[in-house]
């Protein structure tokens, strides 16, 4: 009898989510699509914007549901990065972000960035590990961490498609290396475009 009620219980539940899907896919499509070149430094926050050398990273990005008012949009969406540091990893990172903006008259909005995810860091350079006494070549496949996001950014329009970004992010990466140092701080700071889907 348990089995039968726990059946009929399964199958209403997947009726109501086959008949909700194409309402929550609706809301979930693309609107936006985010281009971005930014650099990429391991280090607390300062009041230096940009420090050398240059730690190319990628980002593209998509707001996948928007709400906006007269002055105030906020955002839902999705990031990929791929960020190269020559002396220390690549790493690939997928976040899930939120952004709140103000929209001031003359067109200019000021975003609050937040965002959490996964990254996968590839170490640079040869690996060894110690076998029977001796140091040997050995592969790594990448460490898995969990990372998070907080930032500032500007987005102006250029017309009702297109609008110039221009961010500067903190994140901390856990876990990195060990008990004495849990995790990295790291800034990221860069400029791109914003694409409007919409339209």
């Not at 281009?35 to 280090?43: D, T, W, Y």
């Amino acid at each position: 009898m348990q089995t039968k009620k726990t059946n009929l219980l399964g199958k209403v539940l997947a009726a109501c989510l086959l008949l909700h899907f194409p309402h929550v896919q609706a809301q979930l499509k693309p609107k936006t699509l985010r281009v971005a070149f930014l650099n990429e430094a391991i280090k607390l926050p300062d009041s230096r914007l940009l420090s050398g050398p240059l730690h190319p990273t990628l980002n593209v990005g998509t707001d996948l549901r928007v709400r906006s008012k007269k002055h105030w949009q906020s955002a839902l969406g999705a990031d990929f990065y791929y960020n190269y540091h020559r002396l220390t990893e690549h790493a690939l990172m997928l976040d899930a972000s939120y952004r709140l903006g103000y929209r001031f008259g003359f067109g200019l909005q000021l975003n609050l960035h937040t965002a959490l995810g996964y990254k996968h860091a590839i170490l640079a350079g040869d690996k060894f590990a110690l076998k029977e006494g001796e140091y040997q070549k050995t592969t790594h496949w990448g460490k898995a961490m969990l990372n998070a996001k907080i930032g500032l950014g500007l987005e102006y329009p250029l017309s009702q498609r297109y609008s110039l970004l221009a961010d500067y992010k903190a994140m901390g990466a856990y876990p990195t290396g060990g008990f004495f140092v849990p995790f990295s701080a790291h800034t990221l700071v860069g400029a791109g475009l914003k694409i409007n889907l919409k339209n």
